[in-house]
């Protein structure tokens, strides 16, 4: 039996799970709605939406739901800024609200970070309707899930009693011109960058001028060198 046949047969059955989605494309939010939102299909039911932090905490708070889609980079201080403040609603002891980071970056910091947050799973948004489904559901039953290539970073990071170096030159950017950075080492055109992250060309620009300014680079060449010295590629 498919995911997909699994989510129709629990929404059928009268299973539920409450979601909150969290994040600052409205377009993105709107298609996971569409496509896992469809509570007699699926189970889902999509019980309220944010953009920011502070207006992910408050309607986090307010509807107190079993699973959280978050994304990583966020307006406010990012998907780790929500955990840390949503950390008494996951310790609770009767309906924890549970985690799961839902993100275009596929960066081992990322997924270590949120993870140390105390979310309960990171899959990307390459991930198919069906799958986010299923995910949301082994979530709210307490399993950990992970895209495949993503278990990894976590298990090497735990697996370590040393603490990850700091990198200087990489907290001079914010999450969004770290994303732009790694894409553009791995050689996507500005119009490849915008159409995945969601943004206009000129915003990519500005992105890629801000890192150059900050890390004293002149050109693409030299950013994408950076990078993958720092195996951030």
């Known amino acids: 039996m498919t995911a997909e046949q699994t989510g129709q047969t629990e929404g059928a059955a009268g299973r539920r799970v409450r979601v909150v989605l969290v994040d600052d494309h409205r377009m993105f939010r709107t298609g996971v709605q569409a496509e896992i939102g469809r509570t007699d299909l699926t189970g889902v039911e999509v019980v309220g ?11 986090i708070t ?3 739901p079993e699973v959280v889609l978050l994304d990583v980079h966020l307006p406010g201080g990012g998907g780790v800024e ?6 008494s609603l996951m310790a609770a002891s009767e309906n924890p609200v549970r985690f ?4 275009v970056s596929d960066a081992a910091e990322d997924v270590i970070g949120v993870i140390r947050g105390g979310a309960r799973g990171y899959v990307t948004k390459t991930i198919t309707g069906t799958d986010l489904v299923d995910s949301v559901f082994r979530v709210q039953d307490g399993d950990a899930v992970f895209s495949p290539r993503l278990a990894g970073f976590v298990l090497d990071a735990f ?8 990198d ?3 907290d001079r950017l914010t999450q969004r011109e770290r994303e732009v950075l790694r894409l553009i080492a791995r050689g996507y055109a500005y119009k490849e960058i915008a159409k995945q992250l969601f943004i206009s060309v000129k915003t990519v620009e500005s992105h ?8 004293q680079l002149s050109n693409r060449h030299e950013l994408t060198r950076w990078a993958t010295a720092r195996r951030l590629v």
């Open 62 to 64: 307010a509807t107190r």
């Open 49 to 59: 939406e944010a953009a920011d932090v502070d207006q992910a905490v408050t309607v």
């Open 159 to 166: 697996a370590s009693t040393d603490a990850p170096p700091v």
């Open 82 to 87: 929500v955990l840390r403040r949503c950390a």
């Open 208 to 215: 890629v001028s801000a890192v150059l300014r900050k890390l």
């Open 100 to 103: 799961l980071a839902l993100s």
């Open 168 to 170: 200087e030159d990489l």
